[in-house]
């Protein structure tokens, strides 16, 4: 059974930090490009950031360059997503997604930057 488990999202004020994690599992990790989405209310799903298959290769969103750094660990079968001076146009519900011959989503995070 695929999965895609998204943890780390939470409340934060602006400038902080915070860490996501995505954890997969019933498919070939390692094969699968990687990426993080969100979604804000009323707004409709964006890439975030997406990393390769070997991790060789990564790339943002404009408004989160600079700031987010996503990761993958193969040998954990985790992705993660670094995010730091967060504002609160960050907030949003973030998802992982996983895309090679099919596609998966996690069930997502809530993250709200909020003072």
């Known amino acids: 059974q695929v999965q895609l488990v998204e943890s780390g999202g939470g409340l934060v004020q602006p400038g902080g930090s915070l860490r996501l994690s995505c954890v997969a599992s019933?498919?070939?990790?390692?094969?699968?490009?990687m990426s993080w989405y969100r979604q804000a209310p009323g707004k409709e799903r964006e890439l975030v950031a997406t990393?390769?298959?070997?991790?060789?290769?990564?790339n943002y969103a404009d408004s989160v360059k600079g700031r987010f750094t996503i990761s993958r660990e193969d040998a954990k079968n985790t992705m993660y997503l670094q995010m730091n001076s967060l504002k609160p146009e960050d907030t949003a519900v973030y998802y992982c997604?996983?895309?090679?011959?099919?596609?998966?989503w996690g069930q997502g995070t809530q993250v709200t930057v909020s003072s």
């Open positions: 019933g498919f070939a990790f390692s094969w699968y490009a």
């Open positions: 990393i390769t298959s070997t991790g060789g290769s990564t």
């Open positions: 997604n996983a895309r090679h011959y099919q596609t998966y």
